[in-house]
């Protein structure tokens, strides 16, 4: 017998019947909050594992490089007699800004920003296990300083980390930029704050040669900052195109010198939320001192409303029976008008925008609109297309490819247009997006002779419980049926992170670290897959990423050394 609290005696059977329905209580709401997170990635198919982190072989070294030796020698690393120079034998001196920006900015990574003492002598005799220099030395005549990367860059580098001094060797300026990332990853510090690095040995080259971040800044504007911020952070992560996915149905906040009245009218504010051409030829610049691409999307005829705010006719009118309804659909493919508009536009573009490459889109085009306008039913008859809308849809990208073709620019398309048909360039670039049946695509469009990149699987907008990272570690862009030749037309891919639910508020915490999963599937050898190291290596370089300003999330319970202060 057991006495209550109110003083009641209360049989030991009621106690237990009371437990076990309070207990049932609590599983069913329990239940219920579970309930209530949209389970659509199966996040509570594993449990989620409590680990530390253990230090890896690799120490932090992100993504991993193709061939690694680092020994247990270390030299010590001060701000005071530390410096990065060109060396004697390189074909990049002090003219090349793009290095001479680079020294400094890593310089600031190593030592926080560290200054050399006032009086303290450049010249003075150093401790034996002290490393001093990291001597740069880009090995072809031709360095590439004021160039633009391409798809076709080098970017392999060698790093001998030894006495009397550490070599960085590059045949170009794009190598040495990932080559410094790398160096600094290898410095390391003790409890008192003094900085190490340990002899080492590496060579290094991307597995893929495209390796890319889409974000979109239609659906909310990114300020010029958080983009600046996130190309910083690929460098970090040795991406190399940025992906602008800069116009879409909400907004259209690109500032056109041919046509201002489409930002005008289709941007969110005319003056607040647009990029003018200083925007971008500043985004370009800060990317190229980092070794990125920066490739726009302009998508048509799909997701075009923005468009037709400040182009008249540019849209196809809807119509409700036989009565306009005053809605608009896609581009108006029927009219000589949209190519004259098209003509200029990516005349325009390709001037602005330096890369060889231009996105078009070309997807998720619907065709009720086109359907429901009489004029366009007349010009299928004429056209023979009959009810088939697909083939007016190629009939457009068609037109549209051919435009771009005169402007010198290669493009990129969403696999739609491959897949209904479009007669395509030799060197058209196929992104594949479509989550079902990705390997079956990519089998399809390789065995069709197109170069491919991939991004179905890492659409990091599809947000989880636990760590996700690992799902987007574990993908194989070349795990689909094919012939070797087939497969080295896949040049790479993208993390996409489209922008309903992300603005400058959440933008960068959401990216990373996750897309640094990404990062290490493109650039590391095929056979790198321990998770686990992948986990220790990473909490460690989310940590340095911290530490630089970057507010990347947690993997898990943690704590990094360096707290990300806020703003």
Known sequence: MLLSAQGRVT????????????????????????????????VYEEEEVERSVQASKYGSLWPLPQKVQISEVSFKLTSNSFKIVDAKESSAGPSCSLLQDAYRRYYEYVFGGAKRQPGQSKTRRTDRSELTELQVWITSPEAECDAYPSVTSDESYELLVDQPFAILKAPKVWGAL??????SQLVYEDEYGAKSINSTTISDSPRFA?????????????????????????????FNVFHWHIVDDPSFPYLSRTFPQLSQQGAYHPYTHVYTPADVKMVIEFARLRGIRVIPEFDTPGHTQSWGKGQPDLLTPCYSGSKPSGTFGPVNPILNTTYDFMKQF???????????????????VDFTCWKSNPDIQKFMAQQGFEQDYSKLESFYIQRLLDIVTTTKKGYMIWQEVFDNGVKLKSDTVVHVWIGSATNEEMRKVTAAGFTTILSAPWYLDYISYAQDWQKYYKVEPLNFDGTEQQKKLVIGGEACLWGEY???????????????AVAERLWSAQNVTDIDDAFNRLSVHRCRMVERGIPAEPLFSSYCPREYKGI
């Not at 971040?213 to 460098?235: C, G, Q, W, Y």
């Not at 990516?346 to 998720?364: A, Q």
């Open 502 to 516: 992300v603005d400058a508020t959440n933008l960068t915490p959401r990216l990373w670290p996750r897309a640094s």
């Open 346 to 364: 990516f005349s325009e573009i390709s001037t602005v925008f330096p890369d060889g490459y231009v996105h078009l889109g070309g997807d998720e």
């Open 210 to 238: 495209h390796r890319g971040i889409l974000l979109d800044s239609s659906r909310h504007f990114l300020p010029i900052k958080v983009i600046l911020a996130n190309l910083e952070t690929m460098a970090m992560n040795k």
């Open 11 to 42: 049989s030991a059977s009621s106690i237990t019947m009371m437990i076990t329905l309070k207990f049932a209580v609590l599983l069913l709401a329990v239940s219920s909050c579970r309930g209530l997170q949209h389970n659509y990635n199966n």
């Open 178 to 183: 990932h080559g410094l990332e790398t160096f």
